[in-house]
């Protein structure tokens, strides 16, 4: 009976398999296979995100992922990339990164699921450092992949009389076209604190898009897409804390942040501006991260609709703050870190986390 169902059927029933299952079931026969790859629609959109530990001195060409549905670590070969990656932002279920061995800022999309690997084209204007930020827009008009733009402000760029300035020109990247497109200026005072003191990260809500700075007293520095304007915010308890990230909850901006000696908080924006206290890391799970230490500065969190994740290093552990939606609440868990991988010894390493839906749908840009 199985094998006789039609397409559209096995499909829908594909949609409640979780990737690693699916990726099971496609192999099991050459109808299912077929299945799978006609209807990538049809992979799952409705589980929760996996959290992928991609090694910051990744030689070895390898990443790792964590499946919260049974608890268990996996690891992915990368071998099928030419030069070692770092992620900046992950879009559905692909992960938009940048190749590391050359200063001058190229980005690509990468599923590690399914080996796929494609740049993007080449920016406009030359620069080194920017910050780059992702929207993702409604993409079910555009098949398994969604539609996206890559905003690029700030870096170094080369001078008229030589040399390098501050780039103060804001470029755009949109899927559908494949193309980039300069929309306009920032002021240059916005320009040298995005190329200096500004990580990849960034976070959109509510119709503008936001980065943090990395440099104490934190600020959060926001362009609003509509109206391409830029404006400063300001962030609780700025001058204390020991490591400030940015994400999204809900669809409000959310704020992540732990002072020396004290507690780890979430705050989120409200009207006005404003911040409010909304939870804090449970005492007991941030001793355990902390290793029984009293600071955060080593401290990293990520984000998605769903969850919020601190972790340190590969094998360090992790608190979860995830929503569950059959109780209609967030709930706080810890996860192990990675020490073992079937059977074999995992070592600890310094890692860049990111969560990512997994999904086997090919890379069709």
């Given at each position: 009976?199985?094998?006789?169902?039609?397409?559209?059927?096995?499909?829908?029933?594909?949609?409640?398999?979780?990737?690693?299952?699916?990726a099971?079931?496609?192999?099991?026969?050459?109808?299912w296979?077929?299945?799978?790859?006609?209807?990538?629609?049809?992979?799952?959109?409705?589980?929760?995100?996996?959290?992928?530990?991609?090694?910051?001195r990744?030689?070895?060409?390898?990443?790792?992922?964590?499946?919260?549905?049974?608890?268990?670590?996996?690891?992915?070969?990368?071998?099928?990339?030419?030069?070692?990656?770092?992620?900046v932002?992950?879009?559905?279920?692909?992960?938009?990164?940048?190749?590391?061995?050359?200063?001058?800022?190229?980005l690509?999309?990468?599923?590690?699921?399914?080996?796929?690997?494609?740049?993007?084209?080449?920016?406009?204007i030359?620069?080194?450092?920017?910050?780059?930020?992702?929207?993702?827009?409604?993409?079910?008009?555009?098949?398994?992949?969604?539609?996206?733009?890559?905003?690029?402000?700030?870096?170094?760029?080369?001078?008229?009389?030589?040399?390098?300035?501050?780039?103060?020109?804001?470029?755009?990247?949109?899927?559908?076209?494949?193309?980039?497109?300069?929309?306009?200026?920032?002021?240059?005072?916005?320009?040298?604190?995005?190329?200096?003191?500004?990580?990849?990260?960034?976070?959109?809500?509510?119709?503008?898009?936001?980065?943090?700075?990395?440099?104490?007293?934190?600020?959060?520095?926001?362009?609003?897409?509509?109206?391409?304007?830029?404006?400063?915010?300001?962030?609780?308890?700025?001058?204390?804390?020991?490591?400030?990230?940015?994400?999204?909850?809900?669809?409000?901006?959310?704020?992540?942040?732990?002072?020396?000696?004290?507690?780890?908080?979430?705050?989120?924006?409200?009207?006005?501006?404003?911040?409010?206290?909304?939870?804090?890391?449970?005492?007991?799970?941030?001793?355990?991260l902390?290793?029984?230490?009293?600071?955060?500065?080593?401290?990293?969190?990520?984000?998605?609709?769903?969850?919020?994740?601190?972790?340190?290093?590969?094998?360090?552990?992790?608190?979860?703050?995830?929503?569950?939606?059959?109780?209609?609440?967030?709930?706080?868990?810890?996860?192990?870190?990675?020490?073992?991988?079937?059977?074999?010894?995992?070592?600890?390493?310094?890692?860049?986390?990111?969560?990512?839906?997994?999904?086997?749908?090919?890379?069709?840009?």
């Amino acid at each position: 009976m199985w094998s006789n169902l039609p397409l559209d059927l096995l499909a829908k029933i594909f949609s409640f398999l979780t990737p690693d299952s699916l990726a099971r079931a496609r192999s099991a026969c050459r109808h299912w296979h077929t299945c799978a790859e006609r209807y990538p629609l049809a992979q799952p959109q409705h589980h929760q995100a996996w959290f992928l530990a991609l090694p910051t001195r990744n030689r070895a060409q390898r990443c790792y992922v964590h499946n919260p549905v049974i608890n268990n670590w996996h690891m992915l070969s990368l071998d099928f990339l030419s030069d070692p990656i770092r992620p900046v932002a992950s879009i559905g279920n692909l992960i938009l990164v940048r190749p590391t061995n050359c200063t001058i800022l190229q980005l690509a999309l990468c599923n590690p699921f399914t080996r796929r690997f494609r740049y993007l084209p080449m920016l406009n204007i030359t620069r080194t450092n920017p910050a780059v930020g992702v929207v993702t827009l409604e993409s079910e008009q555009y098949g398994p992949n969604p539609h996206f733009r890559v905003y690029v402000a700030g870096g170094m760029s080369e001078a008229p009389r030589g040399g390098a300035t501050y780039e103060p020109k804001l470029e755009v990247y949109d899927s559908v076209d494949d193309t980039w497109h300069i929309i306009g200026f920032m002021p240059m005072e916005y320009a040298v604190r995005l190329t200096v003191w500004t990580p990849n990260e960034s976070v959109h809500s509510n119709g503008v898009l936001y980065w943090m700075t990395s440099a104490r007293a934190y600020t959060a520095m926001g362009f609003e897409i509509g109206s391409n304007t830029w404006r400063e915010l300001s962030v609780p308890m700025a001058d204390r804390l020991e490591f400030a990230a940015l994400m999204r909850r809900n669809g409000s901006l959310t704020l992540v942040g732990g002072t020396s000696g004290g507690d780890a908080c979430i705050w989120e924006l409200n009207e006005g501006d404003s911040w409010g206290l909304i939870e804090k890391v449970p005492n007991q799970l941030g001793i355990k991260l902390l290793g029984g230490k009293r600071s955060w500065g080593s401290t990293k969190c990520v984000g998605s609709e769903g969850a919020i994740c601190l972790y340190r290093e590969l094998g360090s552990g992790m608190v979860v703050w995830r929503e569950n939606k059959e109780k209609g609440k967030w709930e706080w868990f810890w996860v192990e870190g990675c020490h073992f991988i079937r059977g074999k010894q995992v070592h600890n390493l310094p890692i860049k986390g990111i969560f990512l839906q997994p999904n086997l749908a090919p890379l069709v840009f």
